[in-house]
Structure formats: C-alpha cells, structure tokens
C-alpha cells in the first residue's frame, strides 16, 4: 500500500486476505477504503455486502 496508496487493488488485495484469514473487521474497513479510490469495483462491492450480513 505504501508503493501504491491510490490503487483500489492494493486495498482490495489486501481486505481479501484479512478476509481469508477470518480478520472481517478490518477486511470491511479495506474493502470500504477500496471503494472510496474506485466506486465500480465489483468485487470489493460484493465481500463488503457479504461481510456486513454476516454481522448481523
């Protein structure tokens, strides 16, 4: 992320792996900052859906 701050990607990338790893609160955080860099992202879209039903 320190290489590449404005990549949507970076943010995903890594909310995916928080994700993986079972850390769903800091995924939703990442996937969150993901779509503030890009709106159309379409994958950090549906995990943050998933992510927050899951809390529920």
Do not use: C, F, H, W
Not at 13 to 31: H, K, Q, R, W
């Amino acid at each position: 992320m320190a290489l590449y701050p404005k990549s949507s990607n970076v943010y995903d990338s890594y909310a995916d792996g928080l994700n993986l790893s079972g850390d769903t609160i800091n995924a939703i955080e990442y996937y969150k900052k993901s779509l503030v860099l890009n709106a159309e992202n379409t994958n950090a879209k549906k995990q943050l859906e998933r992510l927050q039903k899951q809390k529920k």
